[in-house]
């Protein structure tokens, strides 16, 4: 069992929590470090917490110097950190904090739009680009040995995104036969406290892997997937087709999903109903067995993660 003491930035969020969970069920001390310590931690109980093993502090991972503090004051070694949009040099300054402060190895949230050379993709692609470059920073500033880029496909919990039309009967999509994989961010979680707490995973013979793809264990259309959610609430949802534009307004609008994000996303959406966008590229077998390869439990599947959270479909 591991002795480490690590830092989950995020541990609000599914998949942040699912790593604290997953780092401390290894052994491991957790820091949580959070923007507001007064925030409850899903799945985290108040006597696991108060065991002494969970440690909240204040952190931002857009602020360098509050970075620098929360990792002296812990002592923490490995850290676990997620894109920070907005940042002008795409987390640099951050990561180099984390460095000076003696992390010794990151587990970083990325995407499954990251493909091949890091270096090459460009900014018109900007949920692949603004993961690539934090990879980028990472690879300068920690090197080959000291990082691993998690890059999961589409999660489980996007599905909230139609919560509204769910629960008012009808759900609007633009690409309703798009299919996706569903990924439970507890999953992801799971993959990334084992990383934190066990170390990060080996490679072949050229080398560390500093990647691992991350892909659910079915493939549903979004048309599917409203009706396991239905189902699953004993709900009547018919699906209606639209146009781009009006799931678009809709995205930013309602479900406040920042407008390049949204864009991004619908041209994923149109991609996977047009030709199979991205699960056709290579990795994807390897990918879809990488969660129970890294945890040794299979992966959730869409159902089983709705189940557990019809309440928030309901919220």
Known sequence: MSTSTVIVFGPTGGVGSATALSAHKHGAKVILAMRDTTKSIPGLTPSEETSGNFQRVQADLTSPESINS???????????????????????ASIEALKGAGIQTVVFLSSFAV???????????????????VEVNLQDV???????????????????WWKRGVVDG?????YPEAKFDFIAPEDIGRVAGTFLAKGLPAGDDAGRKNSV???GPEMLS????????????????KVTKVDEQEELQFMTTVTKVPEPVAKNVLKGFREQEESGGFFGKPGY????????????????RFHEWVDLNKERFLA
């Open 285 to 300: 077998e390897e990918a879809c067995g990488n969660v129970h390869r890294y945890t040794g439990r299979p992966s959730l």
């Open 115 to 133: 493909q091949g050379d890091i270096r090459a993709i460009q900014p018109s692609d900007f949920i692949a680009f603004t993961h690539a470059q």
């Open 222 to 237: 979004i048309r599917d997937a409203v009706g396991v959610i239905a189902a699953a609430l004993g709900k009547e949802v």
């Open 142 to 160: 920690f090197g080959e040995e000291g990082y691993v880029a998690l890059r999961p496909a589409f999660f489980a919990s996007n599905s909230m």
């Open 170 to 174: 009808e759900v609007k999509a633009a």
């Open 213 to 215: 793809y991350l892909v």
């Open 70 to 92: 929360a990792v002296t004051k812990t002592g923490a070694k490995h850290a676990f950190i997620y894109v920070a949009f907005g940042t002008p040099d795409s987390m640099r």
